[in-house]
């Protein structure tokens, strides 16, 4: 019975990268000198510094374009609420989402169920979704469906076997 596996992951080698990139452009541009401007990477989560929140917006900016640049989806970001920090700055906490959680795991599985393609059954594993069914050509169907719908996350498919 063919199968493959809905999985939401992000790649940290890639973020990693954009994040340097993303450093090194904030030290090197003139709009950005003396306003203390920082770009940081932690384990979940990326946090932004700067002088005030305009700053803030560009320096947001600039970390967008250099994830776009290296193929990261911008829905892995989770914005938190800009904070006045000390030293009269301020910060912003970008969570990097991934896994799918179960509350859209749930979402998932009705939106597969939706579609009423015949043999078609979603079983949600740990953080990932398991779809099978009886022909191929149905799981393509699901998977053009998925791609076709946003459900807030960024979605990979992997481990298609017949």
Do not use: C, H, W
Not at 7 to 25: F, H, K, L, M, T
Not at 114 to 130: F, P
Request: proline fraction near 1%.
């Amino acid at each position: 019975m063919p199968t493959f596996d809905v999985v939401s992951e992000v790649d940290q080698q890639e973020i990693r990268n954009a994040v340097d990139q993303a450093g090194r452009e904030v030290a090197n541009r003139f709009d950005f000198k003396n306003t203390n401007s920082s770009v940081e990477l932690e384990e979940e989560a990326i946090t932004l510094r700067s002088s005030t929140e305009d700053r803030l917006i560009a320096l947001r900016q600039v970390l967008e374009e250099k994830l776009v640049k290296r193929k990261v989806s911008l829905k892995v970001l989770d914005y938190g609420k800009v904070e006045e920090a000390s030293g009269a700055t301020v910060r912003q906490e970008v969570k990097l989402v991934a896994g799918i959680s179960s509350d859209k795991a749930k979402e998932l599985n009705k939106f597969i169920k939706a579609l009423g393609l015949k043999g078609v059954q979603s079983q949600t594993q740990g953080e990932q979704l398991r779809v099978s069914g009886k022909k191929r050509d149905d799981l393509q169907a699901v998977i053009a469906a998925l791609k076709d719908e946003d459900f807030g996350i960024p979605l990979q498919y992997q481990n298609f076997r017949d």
